[in-house]
């Protein structure tokens, strides 16, 4: 346990700030044994730590303990823990009882609404923190198309850096709902934005005519149940880009499947109108034993007709 805390408090400080946010231990990476089943988020002076396996009332007491008090420098910090082993992911505090958070968090100096104890996800992907600096640092004067958004964060990225027009597209309202909060908490024109609820596959149409498109994140669930699955649909929307980006259009194809290599995605997407780029490194701190697995962010491009 010790050694894990020195990693925590390591990577605490590499953050910009307190007030930042960011993946802070990555255990299914394997490469601290023995907590392979944690994954350990710091939300702007909340410390997540995700439980895919149940450990005792005792050990999470412990950690807590342990932990503030390591971290004092840090001043005062909640650690809190999600029970992602049960089908309804409580959000509980060390002597197990359930708790609920909302607050607005920070990355990169953009701000974003968080909700802990709600539902299992929480409304921001800490680990695309490299993809949405990416978009960043490429979306000025573009036009950007964010498929399955949920709630926004590459849009309200895109924003930032001078997008031209960004258009958000989810199944779910209640994300889209907090993806427009996100950019109203960024104080973003919203007559910049748009927001469509949507089945993707079933919507190429009404999706098409908001085009052509210069910049595309593709940042799907790897499977949702009566929506998505990544061997049986991630090809189609592959082919259906191609008819709505414009010459040199850059793609993001993302997939977080760690059973899924490298390589295999990359067939998937084989295509004779994109050509592969390059892949966008994982933060530091989710260093994989096998690097051919987790995340996976690559970058494609259009091919001119």
């Not at 971290?71 to 197990?96: C, H, M, T, W």
């Not at 964060?153 to 895109?158: D, E, L, R």
């Not at 067939?267 to 050509?275: A, G, R, V």
Request: proline share 3%; with cysteine.
């Amino acid at each position: 346990m010790n050694e894990l805390i020195g990693q925590l408090q390591k990577n605490i400080r590499s953050l910009q700030s307190r007030e930042d946010s960011g993946r802070i231990f990555h255990g299914r990476g394997k490469s601290l044994p023995g907590f392979e089943d944690l994954t350990i988020e710091y939300l702007s002076g909340v410390l997540l730590v995700i439980l895919f396996g149940e450990r005792p009332n005792e050990w999470l007491h412990t950690f807590a303990s342990k932990t503030k008090e390591s971290l004092s420098e840090f001043a005062d910090i909640d650690v809190v823990f999600q029970a992602r082993y049960l089908k309804s992911a409580p959000v509980i505090n060390a002597l197990g009882e359930p708790v609920k958070i909302e607050k607005i968090i920070s990355e990169n100096k953009l701000s974003y609404q968080l909700d802990l104890g709600g539902s299992q996800n929480f409304g921001f992907f800490t680990d695309m923190v490299n993809g949405r600096r990416w978009v960043t640092e490429h979306s000025h004067n573009k036009r950007v198309l964010n498929l399955f958004s949920y709630t926004c964060s590459f849009s309200v990225a895109a924003m930032a850096a001078g997008a031209q027009k960004v258009v958000n597209i989810d199944m779910s309202s209640a994300a889209l709902s907090v993806g427009r909060k996100n950019h109203q908490l960024n104080h973003q024109a919203l007559d910049s934005v748009v927001f469509q609820k949507l089945n993707i596959l079933k919507s190429w149409g009404r999706i098409k005519k908001f085009g052509p498109y210069d910049l595309v994140i593709v940042d799907p669930p790897s499977f949702q149940k009566g929506s998505f699955s990544f061997s049986r649909d991630y090809r189609k929307i592959v082919s259906r880009l191609a008819d709505m980006t414009s010459t040199g259009a850059d793609v993001l194809f993302c997939l977080n499947d760690p059973l899924v290599t490298v390589d295999e995605f990359k067939q998937i997407l084989e295509s004779d109108q994109f050509e592969f780029i390059s892949r966008i490194e994982n933060p530091k701190v989710m260093k994989e034993v096998q690097q051919n697995l987790g995340l996976k962010v690559l970058l494609y491009r259009k091919l001119s007709c």
